[in-house]
């Protein structure tokens, strides 16, 4: 799957994470090993997901997300926060 998918799923509320989730940590020199690694196009690790049905109690999120199926990130948030975070958010809003 493309990140831009993967992005695409984060801003339609389609992947979501679960409320358990521990917060960002990653300090700027992770951020630039995950950088350098995709520029290279060195395998940056996978994806653990869990399709559940939506329950607003599970999900930690701020905003209206529709209903039927989520897909809830269990393992790669860090990764998937980074690039996020590069990606779709201004430098003003998302700083390390």
Same mark, same amino acid.
């Given at each position: 799957?493309?990140?831009?998918?993967? =992005?695409?799923?984060?801003?339609?509320?389609?992947?979501?994470?679960?409320?358990?989730?521990?917060?960002?940590?990653?300090?700027?020199?992770?951020?630039?090993? !995950?950088?350098?690694?995709?520029?290279?196009?060195?395998?940056?690790?996978?994806? !653990?997901?869990?399709?559940?049905?939506?329950?607003?109690?599970?999900?930690?999120?701020?905003?209206?997300?529709?209903?039927?199926?989520?897909? !809830? =990130? !269990?393992?790669?948030?860090?990764?998937?926060?980074?690039?996020?975070?590069?990606?779709?958010?201004?430098?003003?809003?998302?700083?390390?």
């Amino acid at each position: 799957m493309k990140v831009s998918t993967i =992005l695409d799923h984060i801003d339609s509320g389609h992947m979501a994470l679960p409320e358990f989730q521990r917060g960002y940590v990653w300090n700027r020199d992770q951020v630039r090993g !995950l950088f350098g690694s995709l520029y290279r196009r060195h395998p940056v690790g996978m994806l !653990l997901v869990w399709a559940t049905k939506r329950r607003r109690q599970s999900i930690a999120a701020t905003v209206s997300l529709p209903g039927g199926v989520v897909k !809830l =990130l !269990l393992d790669g948030q860090q990764r998937m926060t980074t690039l996020y975070g590069v990606v779709r958010v201004s430098r003003q809003v998302f700083r390390w």
